[in-house]
């Protein structure tokens, strides 16, 4: 059972996740993006339930009910937060008619998000962060993984990447497709100019 | 005038500051934090009444109008996401009573957030990050510069800082020190183990 401190640094990191990823969602006109901040969304409400409980199991006097009380609120605002994300996520989901500047903000970022499902053929598979040098040889860095129904915010160097782990990726366009065909296993990273996997800093 | 690109690219940027501030205001205990999320609330406010404005009078038919209601939308959301981080922040500008596990979070993270203002005295003005190499000497990372009313998130190696900048970084507790005294103009970069700054990569 996770502690009240694990999931208040949970919300925190999920609550940046969410904010991003909507955004981006609204941006970029991403549905992966949009789907992502659904699956947050449902898995801060479990969260805020569990914060909850837990804060009313623990209140044993006056002080700390006092001091618990503040939990709550901060739940609440975790809540309001997601509701916020998963509106902005909804317009996307929903097949908004994109304004014509979303399409400039688009063409002039030479940033994009993409989502990709790691194959078992993959070779990224078994492999961490650090050695792959993703981002040399794409261009793209992971910014968190969902591996089932857990997640991995802001995965470093150390990161393994399992077979079926869903990396959610920001880079340029062509980083994107590139990252697209290395988690479908259709290009090895030898053919991204690298040869060998030094453990250096990447 | 701003553009409409601009104001939502800026939110966008905005947000996810507010709820990294936020949040850290309060597992960090920082009043700082806190007051930064504060300022901001004020500047999202106004960016949302010139969306708002600019909306209205760009929309000249229905079709117009349909995709013009997106950028209200979005605007409602940031209102929220800034208002939800306003109440995180103002548990801490109240004095709130910490609950143990804020003590916990705070021990066992290996970051915490400072804000410094940079005195005319200090070396690191009218110097790039990426000739300072702040992250290297200091340990600490800027997140975002305020200037005057404005703000830079996410600076980068060509970011000049100048004079009376306010400088938002996360680093270890050592390293705030640091920053710290580096901005007051007490402590030289010599005195910082690199000797030159050569223009690579930070």
Sequence with gaps: MATIKDILVEMKDMS???????????????????????????KINSLNYEIKKQSLLAARSVEDAERLTVLLEIAEA???????????ADLVLKGFKPHP??????????????RVVVKKESQLVQK??????LATRTGMRVISIRRDESW?????????IF??????????????????ELADG?????????????????
Tied chains: 1, 2.
């Design 16 to 42: 940046e996740l969410m904010v991003d990823l909507s955004y981006s969602a609204v941006l970029f006109n991403s549905k992966d993006a949009a789907e992502e901040v659904i699956t947050l969304e449902n």
């Design 78 to 88: 975790a809540e309001s937060i997601a509701n916020s994300a998963k509106d902005i």
């Design 101 to 114: 500047v979303f399409k400039m903000v688009m063409e002039e970022s030479e940033e994009t998000m993409v």
């Design 128 to 133: 961490s962060l650090g050695e792959l040098f």
């Design 152 to 160: 991995i915010y802001g995965p470093d160097r150390n990161t393994i």
């Design 163 to 180: 077979e079926d782990d869903i990396l959610i990726s920001k880079g340029t366009v062509t980083g994107s497709g590139i990252l697209q």
């Design 186 to 202: 259709e290009i090895s990273l030898d053919e991204l100019g690298l040869d060998d996997f030094p453990h250096d800093s990447n």
